[in-house]
């Protein structure tokens, strides 16, 4: 992208267009390459099982994500920022030696946090051979093995964020039924339960905590 931005050959117009689409991108790949997915998928877990459909509302959820997000990524864009960002800004490397440096503890990020066999999945969709490093190992097989092991622990995590939860629906709904108040929805008493149980057990802590030393 950085040879077709700077390439004396294309006019202004397609050097704008060429811009635009890398921007448009941008978002998506920032996110799908980084913490955000895991996060972000274990925050609406719990909102999910603790059953308030609107509280915490998305916007404050997509939030916490992104914080939390920049907190567990300031290591990988210290990096980038010492060894790509600002020796390009300083003219000692050029765009593309920039891009490559960039490069290097983003995809070393992604390999912590990637199975072996989502690696190998893509490489043999792929029919190459499994690389012997990780510097071996390009962005463009890096990324989907990322996403598709950060889904995999997302819902592992989700799952048990999701079990107490699910306890407590299934003894409110017993009581209930024993009880003979079968008219009475199981969710008008589950809920305050659900709420009690995730403040005295200090559920956010917890949650934050289990999230961030995931990705240790």
């Known amino acids: 992208m950085n040879n077709l931005l700077t390439d004396p050959g294309l006019t202004p117009q397609l050097k704008i267009l060429a ?11 920032v996110l799908t390459m980084t913490s955000f997915t895991r996060i972000v998928i274990v925050l609406g877990f719990v909102r999910q099982g603790i059953g308030t459909q ?34 390009y800004t300083a003219g000692r490397i050029t765009g593309d030696q920039a891009v490559e440096r960039a490069t290097v503890p983003l995809r070393s990020f992604m390999l912590r946090q990637t199975r072996e066999s989502d690696l190998a999945l893509f490489y043999e969709a792929s029919r190459q051979p499994l690389p012997q490093t990780e510097e071996e190992v390009p962005l463009r097989v890096a990324a989907p093995a990322f996403v598709v092991s950060e889904l995999t622990t997302a819902f592992q995590m989700g799952v048990m964020v999701l079990l107490p ?23 008008t008493l589950s809920l305050p339960m659900k709420l009690l149980l995730f403040v005295v057990a200090d559920g956010w802590h917890l949650l934050v905590g289990s999230l961030l030393r995931s990705f240790a």
């Open 19 to 29: 811009l635009l689409t890398l921007l448009s991108l941008l978002p998506a790949i």
């Open 54 to 87: 609107q509280s915490p509302p998305t916007q404050v959820l997509v939030g916490i994500a992104l914080f939390l997000t920049l907190f567990t990524m300031a290591p990988v864009t210290s990096a980038i920022a010492r060894d790509a960002w600002e020796p």
């Open 165 to 187: 939860f699910l306890v407590i629906d299934l003894v409110v709904s017993s009581l209930l039924m024993s009880m003979g108040m079968m008219m009475v929805p199981p969710s």
